[in-house]
Each structure stands twice: as C-alpha cells, then as structure tokens.
C-alpha cells in the first residue's frame, strides 16, 4: 500500500487563483513527521514545511498555508494568490519512528502550472 | 541554496560499468541520505549514513553502496549499471541529535545519470 498518495499529478491554474495540493498520507506510528518539498526544473528538493504528528495547529508562511487533519490522514497544502513562479513539481514526503535512518517516503508528487 | 553540493551534475555510463556520485553536506550537518528519482516520480531511498555508518537502506540492491567520510561527505557507488538506473540521484543533509527523529533533510541539486 502507498504510504503518501498525491492524487493530483497535474493541476493547471492561471495566476492570482488559490490552488490546494492534496496529501494523504497512511502510517501505525503514533509519532511521524510530514514534509512538503518543492521541485522547480532546475531539479533541486527545496524543503518547505516539516510538521510533527503531535502539533495539529495549521501554518501559514506568507502566500502558503498548510492544513493538518489526523482524523482524516490529511496534510494539505494551499497557495493563495499563485504566480508564475509558484510552477513546480510538489512532494508531500513522511518519515516514520519505526523508519531506520529517519527515511522519507514520497508521494508521487503533484506537477503545478500557473500560467501568466 | 542549501549549501548541499554534488558532484558531477551530468553524467553518461554504459550497462555494466561502475560510478561513483559524490555529495558535500551542508555546514553542521552530519548525515547524509541518498535518494534516486526516475522520471515522473518521487524520490526512493536508498540509504543514510550517520557517523560514517549506513545507518538504514531502502529496497535497493548491494551493487548499490556507499560511504561517509570524517567530514560528513559522502560517495554513491553503483556497480553492474543496468538501464534502469537511469535517473537523477540526489543527496540530502541533516542534522542527527541522539534520541532525534524527523530531522529535516536539505537536498543538493543531483546527478543526472544516463546509461546506455
């Protein structure tokens, strides 16, 4: 069974419209962190937000906010007011306590185009 | 920038040959994560090192290995290339307190390796 689902694999926008990129993620451990990364073309993971399974609290970090729902095994991510350089491939990743080497298991990424 | 280098950015191999991928850590930071990434999908793990230990392994075979060295740098060897090894492989960063979990990991900007 795949542990982070990214059921969107590409969403097209038109900037200044607020996209929501799903997460959802599937674990037994009580303790687990949640990561979004960023991929622009250049290839490089740029991290975003790391979120542990204790602190439910959303955030919000300028244009982006982040929704965490344990109930439902959620953890989206919202970009308000997109632009053209919002356009990317996203990852949601998790890493488990059981996990040696504190892996990341990625979902399949979401691919955004935000056209001008 | 996240101060994570590698090393080289392209490469081209033939099936059956070796190679080996090398990543310079960030500042501080005293483990290194390997990850490759086929085309159109999220990053796998390959394996961690921490204290110039392999410190956990994904589903990858032994042809693949690697090391950590006294500053934290590390190597990605591959032996016997199969086609199938094409991909971008990526190095990532991090800091391992003892009794730590989830510690956030800061990617570099990958190799890109071809095999022919």
């Known amino acids: 069974a795949q542990k982070v689902t990214q059921a969107q694999t590409e969403i097209s926008v038109v900037e200044k419209e607020d996209v929501t990129l799903d997460c959802v993620y599937e674990?037994?451990?009580?303790?687990?962190?949640l990561f979004w990364y960023k991929q622009p073309p250049s290839g490089e993971l740029v991290f975003l937000i790391r979120r542990n399974s204790f602190d439910e609290q959303n955030e919000i970090s300028g244009r982006y906010s982040w929704n965490f729902q344990k109930s439902t095994s959620s953890f989206n991510f919202t970009i308000t007011a997109s632009q053209v350089v919002d356009s990317a491939v996203y990852f949601c990743?998790?890493?488990?306590?059981?996990?040696?080497?504190?892996?990341?298991?990625f979902g399949g990424g979401t691919r955004l185009m935000v056209k001008p | 920038e996240t101060g994570v280098t590698q090393s080289p950015t392209h490469l081209i191999k033939t099936r059956g040959q070796q190679v080996t991928l090398r990543c310079s850590s960030q500042s501080g930071h005293n483990t290194v994560s390997w990850y490759q990434q086929a085309l159109g999908q999220g990053p796998q793990f390959i394996f961690q090192?921490?204290?110039?230990?392999?410190?956990g392994r994904g589903n990858f075979p032994p042809r693949f290995s690697g090391l950590q060295f006294p500053n934290y740098s590390s190597e990605l060897n591959v032996n016997a290339l199969e086609l199938d090894d094409s991909a971008l492989y990526l190095c990532a960063s991090s800091l391992t307190i003892a009794g730590g979990l989830g510690e956030t990991q800061y990617f570099g900007p990958g190799t890109r390796l071809l095999v022919l």
């Open positions: 990743a998790l890493s488990e306590a059981r996990d040696a080497g504190n892996m990341l298991t």
């Open positions: 090192y921490y204290r110039e230990e392999e410190n």
């Open positions: 674990t037994r451990d009580t303790t687990y962190y």
